[in-house]
């Protein structure tokens, strides 16, 4: 329902907002997060807080959705993403995870796990499918998320 309100603000406020997201493998595999209020998988990450950095934010948002922690980050691109009304920049990053297991917060994060980039579930948001398929070369980069 949050969710929901959330939109309806967006398309009559327009806010500009920012996000890092990130994509993390592990023994060449990649995490997806599944929220509880959408059945999509997505790219961990989220919004970036006043004077707070984007690699900052990346880490923080990554920390939080899966109780992961990262190795260094690299940058992979700044994207544009006009939908549900609002304009938000997202910034990618990619990143190893370190050692450890995984641990969603279930309040926000229904589910939380690795796949095979070549067997990603249906539910992948196609978003997230376009960033995996640029990461892994199978598609020129967009500037759009």
């Given at each position: 329902m949050l969710h929901q309100l959330r939109r309806l603000y967006w398309q009559f406020a327009r806010p500009t907002t920012l996000g890092a997201r990130c994509i993390v493998t592990r023994n060449d595999r990649v995490l997806l997060v599944r929220h509880?209020?959408?059945?999509?998988?997505?790219?961990?990450?989220?919004?970036?807080?006043?004077g707070e950095s984007f690699q900052d934010a990346a880490r923080r948002e990554v920390f939080e959705e899966t109780g992961l922690r990262l190795g260094e980050l690299?940058?992979?691109g700044v994207y544009l993403n006009?939908?549900?009304?609002?304009?938000?920049r997202v910034v990618l990053f990619h990143a190893e995870a370190a050692d450890g297991e995984i641990a969603a917060d279930h309040r926000e994060i229904g589910a939380a796990r690795f796949f095979d980039s070549s067997a990603l579930p249906d539910?992948?948001?196609?978003?997230?499918?376009?960033?995996?398929?640029?990461?892994?070369?199978?598609?020129?980069?967009s500037s759009q998320w």
């Open positions: 509880t209020y959408d059945a999509h998988w997505y790219l961990p990450g989220g919004g970036v807080y006043r690299r940058l992979l006009t939908r549900e009304g609002k304009i938000d539910e992948t948001s196609p978003a997230t499918r376009r960033r995996l398929h640029e990461y892994a070369g199978k598609a020129t980069p």
